[in-house]
């Protein structure tokens, strides 16, 4: 086989070559690109359908009755039904937030936190300007 031809015989095979190689990299990206986009669409579902307030006749557990002092209980509940919250997000905030109003930490019982911004057993923004909660 004369050189030219030769050559170019070694380049179309060093191209298949590295097609061959190529096919299963753009099949992994092709999959991770496809698991995440359902992953995506799982997420919005989940945030659409999956956090609906409770409907009437749910009681608070057990546990609930117990660690939540009663009045705070009645506030949880009473503003979940009159803003369409689920009231035990609003129990869960409050607990990570102040432990139901129990903690001593600045801005829980009076004034505000210690980066001066929030107050409250919800620590809602209480800044001058717009709000942020």
């Known amino acids: 086989m004369p050189a030219p031809l030769a050559?170019?015989?070694?380049?179309?095979?060093g191209r298949r070559l590295a097609r061959s190689r190529l096919a299963p990299v753009a099949?992994?990206?092709?999959?991770?690109?496809?698991?995440?986009?359902?992953?995506?669409?799982?997420?919005?579902?989940?945030?659409?359908f999956g956090l609906q307030p409770l409907t009437a006749g749910h009681q608070p557990s057990a546990l609930a009755r117990a660690e939540i002092p009663p009045a705070y209980l009645r506030l949880y509940t009473e503003a979940g039904a009159r803003y369409g919250i689920d009231p035990w997000i609003?129990?869960?905030?409050?607990?990570?937030?102040?432990?139901?109003?129990?903690?001593?930490?600045p801005g829980v019982r009076y004034g505000v936190n210690a980066y001066g911004c929030c107050a409250g057993p919800?620590?809602?923004?209480?800044?001058n300007g717009p709000p942020s909660t």
Not at 7 to 13: E, K, M, P, Y
Not at 122 to 127: G, K, L, P, T
């Open 7 to 13: 050559a170019a015989a070694g380049t179309l095979a």
């Open 27 to 48: 099949l992994a990206l092709l999959a991770g690109l496809l698991t995440l986009l359902g992953l995506m669409l799982v997420g919005i579902f989940a945030a659409i």
């Open 90 to 105: 609003l129990a869960a905030i409050g607990w990570i937030e102040t432990q139901h109003g129990r903690s001593t930490a």
């Open 122 to 127: 919800m620590q809602f923004n209480v800044r």
